[in-house]
């Protein structure tokens, strides 16, 4: 599943995405609320993963701007505020459970897979396009013009947060975090390898280029330059 987990805090944040993609499961990670309302109403996720205690914008205040502006993705918060009336207003303010820090990761796997059953599956996008690039997420398959693109596992991760972010700039650091979990910059040519092997693939042999390099900033993937 895709899930969105908002937790700022660097070590927690660690453990439990490493947590939930032993489980298979696809994790972006915000660290302040701007930022989760940001991905929380652009990106398609089964479940929303809440921190109450976070930058800028509380867990609560997210809640509420997501459910105003129609997002009706299941949410669990995650939080260390457990008293009986913190637990009410998370609920009030339109959260689908509650759980308490610390937890058990057992706990958390299930809550987490209970939740996502609530939500149709007509409501969780299959399929991302640009232009004439698609990605099957259902059978992990890339074709542009038709054509089967064979990609590794880090190039299909990759190219899948590009789609999801469409003509958005990308930058090195969001790429580093929600592509290869990485909380650090390796200071290595990581992300230029994985990039120019994935834009051979898909962009060569093609009348057009749909990755784009913005200098200074990151990548667009951009099917209306």
């Given amino acids: 599943m895709k899930l969105l987990l908002l937790e700022d805090d660097t070590e927690t944040r660690v453990h439990i995405v490493r947590l939930l993609e032993a489980e298979g499961h696809i994790v972006d990670t915000a660290r302040t609320g701007p930022d989760a309302i940001f991905l929380g109403t652009t990106g398609a996720y089964a479940v929303l993963v809440l921190d109450r205690m976070v930058p ?10 997501l459910r105003a502006a129609d997002v009706q993705t299941p949410v669990l918060f995650l939080t260390a505020m457990g008293e009986v009336d913190d637990r009410v207003a998370g609920l009030r303010a339109g959260a689908d459970d509650y759980l308490v820090k610390p937890f058990a990761a057992s706990e958390l796997l299930a809550r987490i897979a209970a939740l996502s059953r609530r939500r149709p599956v007509a409501e969780v996008a299959t399929v991302l396009r640009a232009a004439d ?9 890339v074709t542009r013009a038709g054509r089967r693109i064979e990609l590794q596992q880090q190039e299909y991760k990759l190219l899948e947060y590009l789609l999801r972010h469409e003509g958005e700039i990308v930058t090195r650091s969001m790429l580093l975090e929600n592509v290869w979990s990485f909380h650090f910059d390796p200071g290595s040519n990581l992300i230029e390898s994985h990039m120019s092997r994935l834009r051979a693939k898909v962009d060569k042999g093609f009348d057009r280029e749909l990755i784009h390099t913005i200098r200074g900033a990151g990548y667009r993937l951009d099917a209306n330059p």
């Fill in 56 to 65: 800028d914008v509380d867990g609560l205040a997210v809640l509420r701007a």
């Fill in 133 to 141: 690039l698609e990605i099957d997420l259902l059978k992990r398959r």
